[in-house]
């Protein structure tokens, strides 16, 4: 095959990003917004050694999952992925990833427990980072682009997150306000980053900007104020001068209302800052936590709960437990764990700012025995070394790890087997609805026959 080719292809299975899989002569070729079972002419826009690319060019025989995508912007935003099948066929593709991950790279032949969904797949997200372009268009980047798709109201967001972005539309064009140019940086709006409370009863707005200041700061906040209400409960400026992709700065400036928004989780009253991190669905959030407690089995026991962020897993856990240690890297998180701890009455709770791997390395000075290990890493997964430090110096008896991605958990639960810890269930949660994310919950018990 070569570029500008027209191909017939037949929908085999989707990837973990949601392209659909088909072959032509052993060649596989990805395709996007395919479903399996669909067959398609797509037209090869991209050629590599083992694999293409193709565009959908026309569906020839719709496969039985497909829709009629709700939104307008699913073709090209890059938000969603998975929004032109039923969503019963999405649980059960996310369903299969899990599997397929720990079957094929953790080498363990064990089925999942049936996915987890409370089926609400409208206005879940408690978050929004919304990039700002010319002339003050705000979106969301296009599939492998830094080309902005503009989005008044996202279905996975409340509608009042489209309010607040029409209101820095407005404030930008009144004042003239420059976004900011990664190429030359120069220009001032970088993102707008919303987070909200249960219910949008309180709502926090993050103006990322490449400076300190920005023009009539009060024009703005009056714009959010009168037209968000009451539910507007902090504006902030973040400072991010750095030229690269990450979105927010360490410095932020409070320019209206209280410090922070409070949210509940679990029966847990958490504070949430600007840089905190948080479940963006908090219901489903719940559900997976009631799991990672069930798992954990805290009564009586010492819990470390690694990477903790406001400690919200741990928290939840603590009435039951003996102690809770939490280790988070993010300083502003640690800061509210600590007062998340004070403020639901919770003193047998400890929290320590680190990395992860350091830190367990001075609670291992302490001669620290955790009965139960939590992890919660970032998509990348644990570093090897701190499996090791897990598994042979705190040898817990209990690991569980909750996953952002399948494939890197099936890695390091291989890795965690190799250390004597076997795998005994795990449960997969849809907390990304209509996108390809899917999260799991693990269980790993210290092997018997490791013991001396």
């Known amino acids: 095959m070569k570029k500008n080719d027209v191909v017939t292809l037949d929908i085999i299975d989707i990837t973990d990003t949601g392209s659909g899989i088909g072959r032509i002569d052993n060649t596989v070729v990805f395709v996007a917004q395919t479903a399996v079972g669909d067959r398609v002419s797509a037209i ?6 083992n694999y293409c690319i193709g565009k959908l060019k026309e569906i020839l025989v719709p496969s039985s999952d497909r829709i009629i995508p709700d939104c307008p912007c699913f073709s090209k935003c890059g938000g969603c992925t998975l929004r032109h099948i039923t969503y019963e066929s999405e649980l059960k593709l996310k369903q299969k990833r899990a599997e ?33 372009g010319e002339n003050g268009t705000v979106g969301f980047y296009a599939p492998h682009s830094h080309r902005i798709t503009p989005q008044d109201d996202c279905l996975l967001q409340p509608e009042i997150f489209g309010i607040a972005a029409n209101s820095l539309k407005l404030w930008m064009s009144e004042n ?22 249960a219910d949008n009863k309180e709502i926090m707005v993050v103006l990322v900007i490449n400076g300190k200041e920005i023009p009539e700061k009060e024009r703005f906040v009056s714009l959010l104020k009168g037209n968000m209400g009451d539910s507007l409960t902090s504006v902030y400026l973040n400072v991010n001068t750095k030229n690269n992709n990450v979105i927010l700065g360490k410095e932020n400036i409070l320019i209206y209302g209280k410090e922070f928004i409070t949210d509940t989780i679990c029966g847990i009253k958490v504070r949430l ?32 709960d690694l990477y903790c962020g406001t400690g919200t897993i741990g928290l939840t856990m603590a009435k039951e437990a003996k102690s809770i240690i939490g280790v988070e890297i ?61 598994a042979n110096d705190f040898c817990p008896e209990r690991v569980v790890y909750v996953s952002c991605d399948p494939s890197t958990l099936a ?15 795990y449960t997969p949660f849809d907390l990304f609805a209509r996108t390809s994310h899917v999260e799991c919950v693990a269980l790993m018990e210290k092997n018997k026959q490791y013991v001396s």
């Open 44 to 49: 090869i826009i991209k050629v590599n050694k």
């Open 100 to 132: 397929d991950c720990i079957r094929r790279i953790a080498k363990i032949d064990l089925s999942p427990n049936p996915i987890v969904s409370d089926k609400n797949i409208l206005r879940y997200r408690n978050k929004a980072q919304f990039p700002v």
């Open 330 to 390: 993010v300083e502003e998180a640690i800061k509210d764990a600590k007062i998340n701890a004070e403020s639901n009455g919770i003193n047998n709770a400890r929290f320590i700012c680190g990395d992860a791997l350091k830190a367990a390395n001075e609670l291992k000075a302490e001669n620290l025995k955790p009965d139960v290990i939590i992890l919660d890493p970032p998509r990348k997964g644990c570093d090897s070394e701190l499996i090791k430090t897990v």
């Open 411 to 425: 890695r390091d639960i291989a890795v965690f087997e190799n250390e004597g810890y076997k795998l005994m269930e």
């Open 176 to 197: 003239n306000v420059s976004n900011y140019d990664s190429e030359t940086g120069s220009g001032l709006v970088r993102h707008l980053y919303i987070r909200a409370s």
């Open 273 to 304: 800052s600007p840089n905190s991190f948080y479940q963006v669905n908090r219901n489903m959030a719940q559900l997976l936590y009631n799991k990672a407690k069930e798992y954990a089995n805290p009564s009586g026991k010492t819990v470390l």
